[in-house]
């Protein structure tokens, strides 16, 4: 197992994430228990120390079933996460009575690593909100060794995290972002990076394979890839791009069968960086999976002094082809609530004065009937 320094203490660099858990059927709430157990010893046997759950993860259950399985484990043997659930704004002023329910279900007296959840545009107000009492509360709880390391998880933009980081950074350790081949420039999460780095905050990686969609490539992708490495398998190639990122302590693994887990350690076996020709040659493959799906908008904002209704067309864009490209999800959703409804992609009236000069000659009007349709839909 490869291991990475964190202040004191030696963490693995493979976590074991508990938000796609075995299931017995197609209820996400029916954890596979004994499936769970055998993940869990078989990632104890091999190095891994770092586990990572949520109070949202499986309706709920994933604390329950992380705490019962880990509970047959000496506690100085594992590091356990937790986060407090934000993403609903409903559970803002319940930061007290959700911390020590958390502890319960997880049958720990205190959690290793606790996390501000979610920071994005929907709840960045309420997060730094002090009547909501949340960092203070936290800070307590560190104060008296019931957390004994505080960060955040964020899925939200560049200026999301740096307005978080303008007020908390001094108290955060470490940050947990989106991050894989794909979104290092899509998302733009190597500019995140170098935010972070500002506030010496190392970095948490969650979706490594971008939800399961750098598991496998097109063919010729494949192809390209074994010319490099003939032995390496196509996940691994994943994991190997984020280990040759100096910052990044720690990779979550959303492992869903014992097989896959068992994949993903043998990767972490040994190091192997990727040279720079192997890293141009992700990155290039990268740019064309995007090229082929999102819209080419450079925000250059020729558009907005020409929108009758004053949208905010590059971002509303940028979120477009988020929403488009993932397949749906929460992230563009999730932004877009916290704007008003005139700002809406349902606002455009499709007048078309924005096309006239756009230098990239995106049809604007299209993509936002399109993207009212999709999110009506909730789903592709």
Not at 69 to 86: H, I, M, N, T, W
Not at 248 to 270: C, P, R, Y
């Amino acid at each position: 197992m490869i291991y990475k320094t964190f202040q004191e203490l030696k963490l693995s660099a493979l976590g074991m994430g508990a938000m796609r858990l075995p299931k017995l059927d197609e209820n996400d709430a029916n954890i596979d228990v004994e499936q769970t157990k055998k993940m869990v010893a078989y990632a104890m046997e091999n190095g891994v120390n770092y586990y990572d759950t949520a109070y949202a993860y499986h309706f709920g259950q994933s604390e329950n079933v992380m705490g019962k399985v880990l509970r047959q484990y000496p506690r100085d043997s594992f590091y356990l996460a937790d986060k407090f659930p934000g993403y609903d704004l409903s559970n803002m002023g319940k930061v007290e009575a959700i911390f020590e329910e958390q502890l319960k279900k997880c049958q720990v007296d205190y959690f290793d690593f606790y996390l501000f959840h979610n920071v994005c545009e929907l709840n960045i107000d309420a997060y730094l909100d002090p009547q909501n009492g949340i960092l203070d509360y936290l800070l307590k709880q560190k104060e008296s060794g019931r957390i004994r390391h505080l960060g955040f998880s964020a899925h939200g933009s560049y200026e999301v995290i740096e307005r978080f980081l303008k007020a908390n950074g001094q108290h955060m350790e470490f940050a947990q972002i989106q991050l894989n081949y794909i979104d290092w420039s899509f998302q733009d999460a190597k500019g995140k990076i170098d935010l972070l780095s500002q506030y010496q905050l190392p970095v948490w990686v969650m979706e490594p394979f971008r939800g399961g969609q750098l598991a496998s490539l097109a063919e010729a992708d494949e192809e390209k890839l074994k010319a490099l490495r003939p032995d390496e398998k196509i996940p691994a190639w994943a994991f190997r791009f984020l280990l040759s990122i100096p910052e990044v302590k720690m990779i979550l693994t959303g492992a869903s069968s014992f097989d896959q887990l068992k994949e993903n350690i043998e990767t972490f076996s040994e190091e192997k960086a990727l040279s720079e020709k192997e890293e141009t040659a992700l990155l290039s493959i990268a740019d064309e999976m995007v090229k082929k799906i999102a819209l080419p908008c450079t925000a250059c904002g020729y558009c907005l002094s020409h929108c009758p209704q004053q949208l905010e067309i590059p971002k509303l864009l940028n979120l477009y082809n988020e929403h488009f490209f993932t397949g749906g999800g929460f992230i563009a959703p999730f932004a877009l609530m916290a704007m008003g409804k005139d700002k809406q992609p349902s606002a455009c009236i499709g007048c078309k004065q924005c096309e006239e000069v756009c230098p990239q000659q995106i049809k604007i009007s299209e993509a936002m009937t399109d993207f009212t349709e999709k999110l009506k839909q909730g789903s592709f």
